[in-house]
């Protein structure tokens, strides 16, 4: 796994009955856009189809992403929604955005200090507040928090380097499956639960 899959029109398994994070990150009908003769730029667009329109979620839609370098040389990536249909809609999502870590034991993530997230392992009681200036890692993490601030901090300590995510979404999941449930994942080798962790920016507590 890794990159940044795009979760829409819905995020996780809730929402609109759509299978887990929506139909866009496995679609094959995303086309190019624009940006094929450019080095530093790409844009992609995924419409509706039939199939997408005989879903649970059967709007009519035009989806880009796009994909640039700035001036600066840093990673720039946007969603852009435009409903094409009549009728008004509701909708999830998220950019799934994998960083590689050289060990998660030895990764933070900063800058979610005193912000509310849904802890997604404990059902009983979901819905906490951060108190911790630095989130470390020791097993199984799964959290969507939000409204957060526009900028989230990962460190990956053995290497000695520092991620910047700033964002205009209002929330950021943070997840690490660890060792039990990376072992159930198909698609993941055993051990890589130690080289990766996900934060994700998003819409997702709230539909938009």
């Given amino acids: 796994r890794g990159g940044i899959p795009v979760c829409f029109p819905q995020f996780g398994p809730k929402g609109f ?28 667009v995924l419409r509706d189809t039939e199939a997408t329109r005989s879903s649970s979620w ?26 094409t249909g009549r009728d008004d809609f509701k909708f999830t999502c998220a950019l799934h955005s994998y960083f590689c870590v050289d060990d998660i034991t030895q ?3 900063e800058g979610l200090s005193g912000v509310e997230y849904e802890d997604a392992l404990d059902e009983a009681n979901p819905v906490k507040t951060e ?9 199984n993490v799964d959290r969507v928090y939000g409204p957060s601030p ?17 964002k205009d979404f209002p929330d950021v999941v943070v997840w690490n499956p660890w060792d039990e449930k990376t072992k159930a994942m198909g698609d993941m080798p055993d051990d890589d639960y130690k080289k990766f962790v996900c934060i994700e920016v998003g819409a997702i507590r709230e539909p938009v």
């Fill in 17 to 44: 009955g759509l299978p887990q994070h929506g139909f866009a990150r496995k679609s094959n009908d995303w086309e190019l856009a624009n940006g094929g003769e450019q080095g530093h730029m790409a844009e992609f």
């Fill in 58 to 83: 059967p709007h009519l839609f035009e989806l880009r992403y796009q994909i640039m370098f700035d001036a600066e040389g840093e990673l720039v990536t946007r969603m852009r929604l435009r409903n």
């Fill in 107 to 109: 990764t933070t993530v």
């Fill in 131 to 139: 108190d911790r200036d630095v989130i470390d890692f020791a097993g």
């Fill in 150 to 166: 526009l900028v989230v901090r990962m460190i990956d300590g053995k290497k000695g380097r520092c991620v910047a995510i700033a």
